[in-house]
Nanobody, 124 residues
Framework: QVQLAASGGGLVQAGGSLRLSCAVS????????MGWFRQSPGKERVFVAA????????YYADSVKGRFTISRDNAESTLYLQMTSLKPEDTAVYYC?????????????????WGQGTQVTVSS
């Protein structure tokens, strides 16, 4: 069906930048809205950012507004998350997800497919 592979995680100092990628295969990429979620140790998974099917609309959690940018390249079937001004509280496993829905993109329950996640660690 649809498979997602997140990559690009790693260790970075506070204030630094990192770009995550999510390669999508199995269906028409442009048919899916896409999102990024993250889960920190001892906490539940939370919404980070989402992007519409065409890439024309983006949505962000308040905690990352102005620092993170979500984008997509439909020709390459790839989702991106550009993270800047990273903080220790950004440390988490980051997951990419896909859904045929056009709404409710801030909720994990709206997504049909999930990647395995990539670890981001921000040192202080």
């Amino acid at each position: 069906q649809v498979q997602l592979a997140a990559s690009g995680g790693g260790l970075v100092q506070a204030g630094g930048s990192l770009r995550l990628s999510c390669a999508v295969s199995g269906r028409t990429f442009s048919s899916y809205s896409m999102g990024w979620f993250r889960q920190s140790p001892g906490k539940e998974r939370v919404f980070v950012a989402a992007i519409s099917k065409s890439g024309g609309s983006t949505y962000y959690a308040d905690s990352v507004k102005g620092r993170f940018t979500i984008s997509r390249d439909n020709a390459e079937s790839t989702l991106y998350l550009q993270m800047t001004s990273l903080k220790p509280e950004d440390t988490a496993v980051y997951y990419c997800a896909a859904t045929k829905a056009n709404y409710e993109l801030g909720y994990g329950s709206s997504y049909d497919y999930w990647g395995q996640g990539t670890q981001v660690t921000v040192s202080s």
